[in-house]
């Protein structure tokens, strides 16, 4: 494996001054007047603002960096954007966005995201939808910290808010298409500008197409892959001069093979992880058999796989892994400006999303179960289901004018949310005895989720002296909600009518008309140094609805809310414009405080010796860090960009918290505990649930909340070009991204930590200097860096080094490839006119 390359803090820092002498070394040597940046906007307070005018930390990527590193969907956002991380599931339904550290780990339909979605001025029902093609963007703007007052109650962490290209301007037409050396492609077309004076329109059409970075033994496909179709509208109607109408359909089809694993790493361990001397031996298959049955042998469920190949890339497949959705919907605006131009807009939307999701649940193509009463396995082990949601949202805002020293919006806001979910896992034929401890784990469930959501926001702005600024904000918001839950073991029941009460093996729970009320606010104290530079300070509040554990585990202890996340957050920061708007810095240092953090926590029931999982709450988490943003006009033709996150997020208190696996720590004597007092087979810190259990817990006060490395820096230059003698312009850029080693588990194991890496693209091209055509060439992964960022990722466990149950233990590493995991080529063609 080849080394990443490590950037200490203090090159980091060294890095971003860097910038900044270059910019000023430029701009004293000029004897012309210098170029200026682009000027950027933002809406992060419902109005159109200059970015360095807003009291808040907001990173944005522009629609010229969108279309120079070739985004396509939010995961390259994330990649680029150092204050967000991915904790990435079985399928994209069960991705998430981090935001400073913090983010859902519980996935679910009954459990809302940390950090909210936008889609102008929409926010999505929940946030796997934003898992597809990002389409007709022309920017995205990172609102960081809690951003409920303004943005709703699903913005506990921040928000992620996302604006296509507006109607604007003469007809413009549009076409670009995209190919890579491993067979990944796009294509789309746009039009759009204004028709006359009272209509204008922006049609987009495109489709996206890539295989899949690992290769399937069984049917030879390529698996890991996406694919989409994607078509986008907007009519503009302008009937008065102060009065203006837009409609905005879209639909989106997605098809994506993620989530599949591969193994590449077999072996034994021995000593110990806690104290650091834990050592793992490579082992082959010979000899290994699924818990040890000796009618699973490895060297058949694995034929063909170098199991012990970090770069593995086969995997063997009888049932396909991924999800399949179609997402449809249609905005209405209606901007009414009044005669102190003043604004006031009615915002609805619609939306529908539909989606079938799927899983090889053993990750091979034999079958891994017997049936009742056999001993040869005979079938499969599969997890599949369907999601069915409906959204209806309602704002209506009024936005007083952008001059005077007192600014203000204020709004209603009304949405409706329904989530269908079928889903069943495992093999469980009726009406043979199967319960949840059965090896495959079976399950059949139908369940609903509902919310209405009502609140009434404000914020105003006040310069109450000249270079003082004040702003304060507050929500108020009421929920009601509720869900339906039938369940039974039985695989074969596929019509919902058979679910009925008093059913043989049917449970069925419900909670609903659960009412609940928050008041979220925001307060900022702003001061300007100088008309260049200015500093500011805030705190705010956010809040996450009552959560639901809708899954296959439910109890019926679990039917009643998981009580709302709440967070408090403090920030003081600076932005700045200098050497004649030839260089933006903004730098921010953060804390934040989550309370009752909705996350599956252990527990056993009174004589009752099983462990369950529930969704309950941990107490607090926290995180807490230093954030740098630069932009520089470095020369004439010559851009740079800089982003560095420092993130600490750490769980506060959490006395109760998951053990991680130690086979060293063994029972002594035949007792339940080891010699030191902990649970045999579990980290020494360990203790019982309950007196006599062997099952336990461990204290995870002061430790690591997972899932974000503690360093995480993106830079980028692009430098523009004469070409004698040629009716063309050149362009390079490049662009480099590190991020330090973090824990990937919520336990704290210290097998569970992925290494750093950088990564290093490379872009070149020509372009018509009016911007008619470019052709742009691009390396991902210039120096072909491996690495694995799911050190952890779910694949075939419980392998046994013998064939009974009590052989030695076999650990199986999985691994999920990013994109750029292996180095890649690109050519892509853009054409106006």
Same mark, same amino acid.
């Given at each position: ?16 001054? *860097?910038?900044?002498? /270059? $910019?000023? #070394? ?5 004897? &012309? %007047? !210098?170029?200026?940046?682009?000027? =950027? ?108 007052? *303004?943005?709703?109650? /699903? $913005?506990? #962490? ?5 604006? &296509? %290209? !507006?109607?604007?301007?003469?007809? =413009? ?661």
């Amino acid at each position: 494996m080849k080394k990443a390359m490590h950037l200490t803090p203090m090159a980091s820092a060294l890095a971003l001054a *860097l910038v900044a002498m /270059s $910019a000023q #070394a430029q701009q004293e040597e000029s004897t &012309t %007047k !210098p170029g200026t940046l682009e000027t =950027v906007v933002v809406t992060a307070n419902k109005r159109v603002e200059k970015l360095e005018s807003v009291p808040m930390a907001i990173s944005v990527m522009s629609e010229q960096e969108i279309q120079r590193t070739n985004i396509r969907e939010i995961e390259d956002v994330v990649a680029m954007m150092p204050s967000l991380t991915l904790n990435s599931g079985t399928t994209s339904a069960n991705n998430a966005i981090f935001m400073r550290g913090i983010g859902t780990v519980s996935v679910g339909i009954g459990v809302e995201s940390d950090v909210s979605v936008i889609i102008d001025d929409i926010p999505i029902a929940t946030q796997f939808q934003a898992f597809k093609d990002l389409a007709d963007v022309s920017r995205i703007e990172v609102l960081k910290g809690p951003q409920s007052t *303004l943005f709703g109650k /699903s $913005a506990v #962490a921040g928000a992620v808010n996302i604006v &296509t %290209k !507006p109607i604007s301007g003469p007809m =413009v037409y549009k076409a670009s298409t995209y190919i890579t050396n491993d067979d990944e492609w796009r294509v789309n077309a746009s039009a759009g500008g204004q028709i006359n004076e009272h209509w204008g329109v922006r049609i987009y059409g495109g489709k996206t197409s890539l295989p899949g970075t690992f290769h399937n033994l069984t049917d030879g496909s390529d698996v890991n892959g996406s694919s989409g179709r994607t078509f986008m509208a907007k009519i503009q109607w302008n009937p008065l001069d102060n009065l203006q109408f837009d409609l905005s359909p879209r639909y989106n089809y997605q098809q994506n093979s993620r989530g599949v694993t591969a193994v590449n790493g077999f072996f034994l361990r021995t000593g110990s992880a806690a104290l650091g001397t834990q050592v793992s031996t490579p082992i082959g298959l010979d000899g290994v058999y699924l818990n040890g049955n000796p009618n699973l042998p490895a060297s058949a469920l694995l034929a063909g796989i170098n199991v012990n190949d970090p770069r593995n890339r086969n995997v063997r497949r009888d049932f396909p892994t991924g999800l399949i959705s179609s997402d449809r919907g249609v905005g209405f605006k209606a901007t009414w400006t009044l005669p102190n131009d003043a604004q006031l807009m009615s915002i609805s939307s619609w939306s529908k999303y539909l989606a079938n999701d799927f899983r090889d649940q053993d990750f091979t193509d034999l079958p891994t179960i017997a049936k009742a009463g056999e001993t040869i396995p005979t079938v499969g082990n599969y997890q599949f289901g369907t999601y069915d949601i409906r959204s209806k949202t309602q704002e209506i805002r009024y936005v007083s004018p952008d001059t005077g020293k007192f600014k203000y919006v204020a709004g209603l806001w009304l949405a409706h949310n329904e989530i269908y979910r079928h889903f069943i896992r495992g093999y469980c034929v009726a009406p043979a005895v199967c319960t949840a401890n059965s090896p495959s784990s079976p399950t059949n469930y139908y369940t609903d989720i509902y919310n209405t959501n009502r609140a009434v926001f404000g914020q105003a702005s006040w310069e109450f002296l000249p270079t003082w600024t004040l702003t304060a904000g507050l929500r108020s918001n009421t929920e009601i909600s509720g869900y339906h839950y039938k369940r039974n073991y039985y695989t074969d029941q596929l019509d919902e009518s058979t679910f009925k009460p008093g059913a043989v093996g049917v449970d069925q729970f419900q909670s609903t008309a659960n009412t609940d009320h928050a008041i979220t606010g925001k307060v900022s104290l702003q001061k300007q140094i100088t008309p260049e530079w200015m500093v500011y300070t805030q705190a705010s509040t956010g809040y996450k609805g009552e959560a639901y554990d809708v899954t296959s585990g439910l109890k019926a202890s679990a039917a009643f809310p998981v009580k709302p996340e709440t967070s408090q957050s403090f920030e003081i920061g600076t932005k700045a414009n200098l050497f004649n708007n030839r260089m933006s810095v903004a730098a921010t240092y953060f804390n934040s405080d989550f309370f009752n953090y909705q996350q599956n926590v252990t527990y056993v029931l009174p004589n009752d010796p099983t462990i369950y999982s529930q969704l309950n709450s941990i107490p607090h988490i926290a995180t807490h860090g230093v954030e740098f943003d630069v932009n520089a006009l470095v020369a004439k033709d010559l851009t740079m960009n800089a982003a560095l996150a420092v993130t600490l997020p750490t769980i506060e208190k959490w006395a109760n918290g998951p053990c991680y696996s130690d086979p060293t720590n063994v029972a002594v004597g035949g007792t339940k505990l080891a010699a030191n007092g902990s649970i045999a087979g579990q980290n020494a810190s360990c203790f019982p649930i309950s007196p006599g259990s062997t099952t336990g817990v461990q204290n995870l006060d002061n430790s690591i909340f997972p899932g974000t490395p503690k360093i995480k820096l993106n830079i980028g230059a692009n430098y523009d070009f004469l070409i004698p003698k040629m009716p063309f312009k050149g362009f390079v850029n490049v662009n480099v991204r590190y991020q330090g080693k973090y824990n990937t588990n919520i336990n704290n194991d210290p097998n569970s930590v992925n290494d750093p890496y950088s990564i290093t693209d490379l872009g070149f091209g020509v372009r018509d200097p009016q911007d008619k055509y470019k052709i742009s060439f691009r390396v991902n992964n210039l120096f072909d860096r491996f690495y694995i960022p799911n050190a952890n990722a779910s694949g075939p466990s419980s392998f046994r080094a013998g064939p009974t149950s009590t052989s030695p233990q076999v650990s199986a590493n999985s691994w999920v490839p990013p994109r750029d995991v292996f180095r890649y080529f690109s050519v892509k063609l853009d054409y106006k006119f």
